[in-house]
């Protein structure tokens, strides 16, 4: 296992107070368990938890880790949800700025597809001879030709 791997089993085996109960939560062996904890203390070259046949109990060294091992996990969550969110289909209003010329000859042609490959945004075509104020209109998109 890896890294990150490791510091979720040692942050479960705390949480869940025990080898068994973390193995169940995380649908694994106790015996594995126990071996990444101890390749774990292994590598940090320190005991992190003082265990007895019933019950876990964290060393000074293991809680300082267990809080910045929390600190990390939750921040790999943040991570993964901002590019889950990232990787969803477009939705809400887009301002295309254009000239009626290439609107009608590049965009009108075009559109269809687009709105059925982007079913939940909605385009919102201006069209104008001048760009005018475009921060102002609230314009996502301007294109001008020549």
Same mark, same amino acid.
């Given at each position: /296992?890896?890294?990150?791997?490791? /510091? ?5 085996? =705390? ?45 000074? =060294? ?10 990390? %996990?939750?921040? %790999? ?29 590049? %965009?009108?042609?075009? %559109? ?10 909605? =385009? ?10 475009? =921060? ?11």
């Amino acid at each position: /296992m890896n890294k990150w791997e490791q /510091m979720q089993v040692f942050v479960t085996a =705390v949480e869940q107070g025990s080898f068994s109960a973390a193995a169940r939560r995380l649908q694994i062996s106790p015996s594995a368990v126990s071996k990444l904890i101890s390749r774990l203390e292994g590598r940090l070259g320190t005991r992190l938890l003082n265990r007895t046949t019933r019950s876990l109990h964290l060393t000074e =060294v293991g809680d300082a880790f267990y809080r910045r091992c929390g600190e990390i %996990l939750a921040e %790999l969550d943040e991570a993964e949800a901002a590019m889950t969110s990232l990787g969803q289909s477009p939705k809400g209003i887009l301002r295309v700025n254009s000239s009626p010329g290439f609107a009608s000859h590049q %965009l009108l042609p075009v %559109l269809p597809d687009f709105q059925r490959r982007y079913p939940d945004l909605t =385009v919102e075509l201006q069209l104008t001879g001048k760009a005018g104020d475009l =921060v102002a209109e609230g314009v996502d998109v301007a294109i001008r030709c020549g």
